[in-house]
Every structure is written in C-alpha cells, then in structure tokens.
C-alpha cells in the first residue's frame, strides 16, 4: 500500500482544529508561517493537504466537504496537486538528500516565492520533515520568511523525533497536534482494509500506534511474506538471516527502534540488569553510528545476534 498524504480524501481526527484554522483563514488573520508538529505518522501531512484543499478548491467544482472532512476526487486542484503541478503550491516532501540536492530544491522554492501567483490567488510552500534540512539549506528558508508576504504561506511539518533551529521556531508559529486512538485506529482500519493491526504481535503494538508508522510496517511484512503474528526476537532474526537490512530503508531507519524494543523486553530476563543495560547502550551506539557515518550494519548484527539473539 503507497498511500500517501496527497491522495488520501479522508481526514480523521483533527476536527475542532481544521475549523479553527479555515477560520482564521476567513478572519485574514491566518499566520503565513506555521509549523506543525507532532509525532510522525499522526496525519501531519494529510490534515495540511486537506486544509490547502480548502482554501484552493473554494471558487471550484467539487469544492472540499467541510462537513465530512473529505476532499472529492473530482476536484480540479486535488488533481493537480496529487500530480505535483499545482502552479500556487511548491512542495518539499523529501528532504532526507544529500546537501547539494536540499540547497537546490531550497532555492528553487525561492524563486517560486518570488514570482507571482497563477490568477493573482495566494501560494504556499510545504514543507515535510523540516526537521531534516541540513543548516545552509535552513539559513536560505530564513531570508524568504522573514520577508512579509500577505499572499504567501509556510506550513512546515515537524517530526518530534529531531530538534529544529530556534532560530526558525522564533519566526513561525508552532501547533502541536496529537491523534487520539480512536481516530488513530479509525485511520488504521480505513487505510489497512483487514485484520492486520488486531492480529499484529503486541511486541509491535508497544511501539508502533500511529497509522503511518502501521502502514510501513504493513508494507515490509507484506512485501517479505512475514506474518504479524511474529515476535521481535524471530523478527531480528530474520532480518539478519536474510540480510534484509542490507537495502531496505525501512530497516535502516528503525533497527534502533527495534533493537530497543527487544531489550526492554528482555530485561526482565536477564540475570544481570548491569550486563542488559551494558550490551543495550552498547548495541543502540553501534546502530547509531552505522546510521551516522553510513556504515555497514552487517557485523554489527552479526555481533548482535551472536551475543543475545542465540542465548
């Protein structure tokens, strides 16, 4: 499944907030520099494409259902923007590149900001995963906000996971937002049609409760046939045993997540709490290196699996 927030037409949760800002917006006092963060795969994205939705599908056929908090297919600007082409919207969906690719795409907002508008509307620049703009390509989204722009706006989606600059926190305006678990498992169940989640090992369930982090996990068992049913410690196992980490992306951004799942899992196994707390700190720094200075996570696992994994 590669739904992705530019495409999904159903919203879920978020209701009293959506209002609140399409009133602000009908006020004219809407802030033009907002950051949205939260944890990730809470809706971030999707709650922002609804809500630029709205303000561009107002004077259009198939207008966006306020109501059911659903975007119609039909609509004009849905489908440019599903396509990428919206002439008012730049976005920045994939920031996690190297240097010279941000600073390019970072530039290339800067000359869509300063242009004008299609029909004299407003634009908006998206930007998702702020948190992993490198520092010069940061410093360059600066100078373009600090300019005031009334027919200019910057919805900047912030995992929680990285910290970003003060400096760009002081000139935006920060909301917070948090999914609760009924909308968490109504977005779950509408975007999984099955009984995945409900059959899924709770050792995952402990870690893994938003709908985006659901549907990539979906995605890696579906894809490599695993059953949800499996436990964290004949997951590790597999993935070492089929070296699924050595291109998969997926398992490169979270062995550190998984890793730590087993061991707080284990610890009330082990005979020596000083021994579990050594090899865990020990294991999530070797991770994180690898991720750091794009190692090899190989040997690493190997240690791993020889050392715990097979007691």
């Given amino acids: 499944m590669n739904l992705s927030p530019s495409n999904n037409i159903n919203l879920f949760g978020y209701k009293?907030?959506?209002?609140?800002?399409?009133?602000?917006?009908?006020?004219?006092?809407?802030?033009?520099?907002?950051?949205?963060?939260?944890?990730?795969?809470?809706?971030?994205?999707?709650?922002?494409?609804?809500?630029?939705?709205?303000?561009?599908?107002?004077?259009?056929?198939?207008?966006?259902?306020?109501?059911?908090?659903?975007?119609?297919?039909?609509?004009?600007?849905?489908?440019?923007?599903?396509?990428?082409?919206?002439?008012?919207?730049?976005?920045?969906?994939?920031?996690?590149?190297?240097?010279?690719?941000?600073?390019?795409?970072?530039?290339?907002?800067?000359?869509?900001?300063?242009?004008?508008?299609?029909?004299?509307?407003?634009?908006?620049?998206?930007?998702?995963?702020?948190?992993?703009?490198?520092?010069?390509?940061?410093?360059?989204?600066?100078?373009v906000i600090e300019e005031p722009n009334n027919k200019l706006y910057f919805f900047l989606i912030h995992g929680n996971n990285i910290n970003i600059l003060d400096t760009l926190k002081s000139r935006c305006i920060e909301f917070?937002?948090?999914?609760?678990?009924?909308?968490?498992?109504?977005?779950?169940?509408?975007?999984?049609?099955?009984?995945?989640?409900?059959?899924?090992?709770?050792?995952?369930?402990?870690?893994?409760?938003?709908?985006?982090?659901?549907?990539?996990?979906y995605n890696f068992f579906k894809d490599n046939k695993i059953d949800e049913q499996i436990s964290i410690d004949e997951f590790l196992k597999l993935i070492i045993n089929k070296s699924l980490f050595k291109k998969n992306l997926y398992i490169k951004s979270n062995l550190n997540r998984f890793i730590e799942l087993y061991f707080k899992k284990k610890i009330y196994y082990f005979n020596s709490k000083d021994n579990i707390y050594y090899l865990y700190k020990y294991f999530l720094s070797k991770i994180n290196e690898c991720s750091k200075y794009n190692l090899d996570f190989e040997s690493v696992l190997i240690e791993f699996k020889g050392k715990i994994i097979n007691e």
Avoid: W
């Fill in 176 to 217: 917070k937002m948090f999914l609760q678990n009924k909308d968490s498992l109504k977005t779950i169940n509408y975007l999984i049609n099955n009984n995945f989640y409900s059959n899924l090992n709770d050792d995952f369930k402990n870690i893994y409760n938003t709908p985006g982090e659901i549907i990539h996990l």
């Fill in 16 to 143: 009293d907030f959506f209002i609140k800002l399409i009133n602000l917006h009908e006020k004219k006092i809407l802030p033009n520099k907002i950051i949205l963060s939260g944890n990730n795969g809470i809706g971030k994205s999707t709650f922002v494409y609804h809500l630029i939705n709205y303000f561009f599908s107002k004077n259009e056929d198939h207008k966006y259902n306020v109501k059911e908090n659903v975007i119609s297919e039909a609509n004009n600007s849905y489908i440019l923007i599903k396509k990428n082409c919206h002439p008012n919207l730049f976005l920045i969906k994939n920031v996690e590149e190297k240097s010279d690719s941000q600073i390019s795409k970072v530039r290339e907002m800067i000359n869509f900001v300063n242009k004008s508008s299609f029909n004299n509307e407003f634009k908006i620049v998206l930007i998702d995963n702020i948190e992993l703009l490198n520092t010069n390509s940061v410093n360059a989204l600066l100078k």
